[in-house]
């Protein structure tokens, strides 16, 4: 039975990411006057924190399903695999784990060479199996603002840039294995600096599912005060997009999400971009995480802000992004 409920999900993945891949963003389109379509947001965000998903563990069919979601987008959306195909795969604990990487080439010939990445991790904690954490029969921890919506986010930008020129290369990643200690993350930096990558930067998406509650900024970034990314966001969106959290620091969130092995690796700016504060959403590694708790107009205005500044960003003669 599972098998068939398998192959249905395959094929209703396969004809949703088809129908989108006709759906591509104008190349003369701004970015200041594109708006994400909050249907396109709920459809994916529906299905990877679904139950038949049971919570996309790493390495179950849950997460494969998610996987085989995503390389459908980005193959039908027509955007390469960075490697020899999409799947940047890593052994752990006896099972196989896939980040996915998708990328498109720059058109600059120098600055082609600068990649900005654009990551999120797509796993989660799976089913519970602590009585005391399954409620009302529910033991499946769906993940929706932990960390679809972040996947999400990722997709959406991938989609917006698959028809865009930019000056600089993009890379699109979601990480496995985030979970069990940032495993995907650590595995694809070590490889990108063995293959001597040329990554300009790196931004993460991590629990962007609610909105931050008496904040006069969007979402927080992880190690604020570490690089020039804050600053720039703010400049060309031309709003406070991008804001200093105190707990980010005290907390050290910084070294807590896939940003970090970018970081120690690689050496360049990696930070995340995030909106839970600790108090506004009571699911973390829950199995109410739902998608019916998350704000989907939130999501929205926040990737129409970030796609601005990676746009601007992605297009700029000087290389602005620095470590301080």
């Not at 038949?52 to 399903?65: D, H, N, P, Q, Y």
């Not at 294995?177 to 931004?203: D, I, N």
């Not at 120690?264 to 504060?277: G, Y």
């Amino acid at each position: 039975m599972r098998k068939i409920v398998y192959i249905i999900v395959f094929v209703a993945i396969s004809a949703c990411a088809q129908h989108q891949g006709k759906e591509k963003v104008d190349s003369s389109t701004s970015s200041k006057n594109y708006n994400f379509q909050e249907a396109e947001i709920k459809k994916s965000l529906q299905f990877l924190s679904s139950d038949e998903l049971k919570g996309r563990s790493t390495g179950s069919e849950g997460i494969e399903a998610a996987a085989s979601y995503a390389e459908d987008i980005f193959k039908n959306y027509q955007l390469k695999p960075y490697f020899e195909s999409y799947r940047d795969s890593f052994e752990v604990k006896g099972k196989t784990g896939y980040n996915m990487v998708a990328f498109k080439e720059g058109t600059d010939p120098q600055l082609k060479n600068e990649i900005i990445m654009l990551g999120a991790h797509y796993d989660h904690i799976g089913i519970e199996t602590q009585s005391k954490r399954i409620i009302d029969n529910d033991s499946i921890a769906n993940g929706a603002n932990d960390n679809a919506a972040g996947s999400v986010a990722v997709l959406e930008m991938a989609k917006y840039f698959a028809n865009k020129e930019t000056k600089r290369s993009l890379m699109f990643v979601l990480f496995s294995a985030e979970e069990m200690g940032l495993l995907g993350s650590k595995h694809l930096a070590k490889r990108l600096k063995e293959e001597k990558a040329p990554v300009y930067f790196m931004l993460n998406f991590e629990m962007i599912g609610v909105p931050l509650p008496h904040q006069d900024y969007l979402a927080y970034l992880t190690g604020f005060e570490n690089s020039t990314l804050a600053e720039r966001f703010n400049e060309e969106t031309g709003k406070n997009t991008f804001g200093f959290f105190e707990k980010a620091k005290s907390f050290q969130l910084f070294k807590r999400s896939d940003n970090y092995p970018f970081y120690e690796e690689l050496n360049v700016p990696a930070q995340t971009l995030c909106t839970f504060d600790f108090s506004n959403y009571p699911y973390y590694h829950h199995v109410d995480d739902e998608m019916e708790f998350l704000d989907i107009t939130h999501m929205e205005n926040l990737l129409k802000e970030v796609v601005v500044g990676i746009e601007a960003l992605a297009n700029e003669n000087e290389k602005t992004i620095q470590l301080k």
